[in-house]
């Protein structure tokens, strides 16, 4: 959240939309928001708002929002959403979507050179042959088949490629014990 105030500048009073995220995200963030938050019709994720930031929900897909204005935020805010978004073209649609509602962006992905899956928690998972991670998979739909369905959704995205997504923004790698933790494309 420091790197985020300080590379955004924030003063206080920002217009933020936040896609795919939770109020108890800003909670470490003592700089007074105006935050819209934007999720799935139906995805209950409705928390009860921070006592320093006006929190706004709506429902929507955060590959297409014609209901939101060009450039009617200060900010966007995504943190881990794009790679759950489906295939490329709709992680392409989402990059779009982020540059024409603000003039700022903050939108971060997992590295896919992270020893430890962040989803999975399994080390070196990208790296897996296909039938490893399908018995894995196909274990994990018996007994927990709403988050093996978030597994399969997930399309992790190189580096290259996430910039190429953003062309006009700086990238800020994040490292852990050595390793590139995450990827934060920045505007």
Known sequence: ?????????????????????????????????????????????????????????????????PFIADMSYDIVFSNSVIEHVGPP???????REVQRVAPRYWVQTPSIWFPIEAHTYMPFWWVYPEPIKQGFIARWRRKLPAWTEMIEGTTVIKRSTFHEMFPKAKIWTEYFSGFPKSYIMYH
């Not at 790197?3 to 963030?29: N, T």
């Not at 073209?89 to 990059?95: C, K, L, V």
Request: charged content about 15%; hydrophobic content about 40%; aromatic content about 8%.
């Open 1 to 65: 959240m420091e790197v985020f105030i300080q590379k955004m500048g924030l003063r206080g009073g920002e217009r933020v939309l936040d896609m795919g995220g939770v109020a108890s995200f800003w909670h470490d963030c003592p700089i007074p928001l105006d935050i819209t938050i934007i999720n799935l019709p139906g995805s209950g994720l409705y928390e009860n708002p921070s006592p320093i930031h006006k929190i706004t929900y709506i429902e929507g897909d955060a590959c297409n929002m």
């Open 89 to 95: 073209s709709n992680q392409q649609a989402f990059a």
